[in-house]
């Protein structure tokens, strides 16, 4: 039986029954495109520092260029004043969580989840550790909440990072801040001693 033959002898409801089955791949292969990439994505650090202790840092990143005017802005002292609590990103504030205890510059900090701001300066940062966790940026920043504070040095870097970029050494040995023309490290490493410590309790919202 011919082709013709055989599409005369079936119904019109049939033969539509058909037609979708025939276009149903081609429906199955729609390109999806990808969401637009925000001004300042949310990134993550992780690094596991030994077999019990596991650190990850999430934040926002933020760029040199202006999202609104394409324009490149002065970061350091500008954007981001010298001497003023910063949320070390964008957007809600900075995030560290660690499995077990560890030392930040020499300091022990409890395992659990914290809060990061710093106050920078042109030769050094302050880096707080706040118990005060899911806030928007440092705009309720609050001093009694912090779990600890340690100075390290600024350094001007040749190279110049576009992007806000927070990052472990490959051997876990330290905590990078970069940006614009400014790097920071932090010595990072497992606390010594016994067990972990229970974390801080979160500080309550008012």
Partial sequence: MTHRRLMSRLSIPTVAALVLLAAAPALAQKSIPPEKTPASPLQMAAKKLNDTTYVKVTY???RIQDPKTGEKRAIFGKLVPYGEVWRLGANAATELT????????GKRL?????????????DKW??????DVGQWGAYKYNKDNDVLRVD?????SADTYEALT?????KGTALNFSWENTQVSVPVRPASGAA????????KKG
Avoid at 152 to 156: E, G, I, T
């Fill in 60 to 62: 926002s990143s933020p």
């Fill in 98 to 105: 660690a499995t077990a205890d560890i030392e930040l510059a």
């Fill in 110 to 122: 409890p395992a659990g989840t914290y809060s990061l701001f710093t106050i920078p300066q042109a």
């Fill in 126 to 131: 302050t880096l707080i550790v706040s118990k």
């Fill in 152 to 156: 390290v040095p600024a350094k001007k």
């Fill in 166 to 170: 927070i990052a472990f050494d490959d």
């Fill in 196 to 203: 972990a410590t229970p974390a801080p309790a979160p500080a």
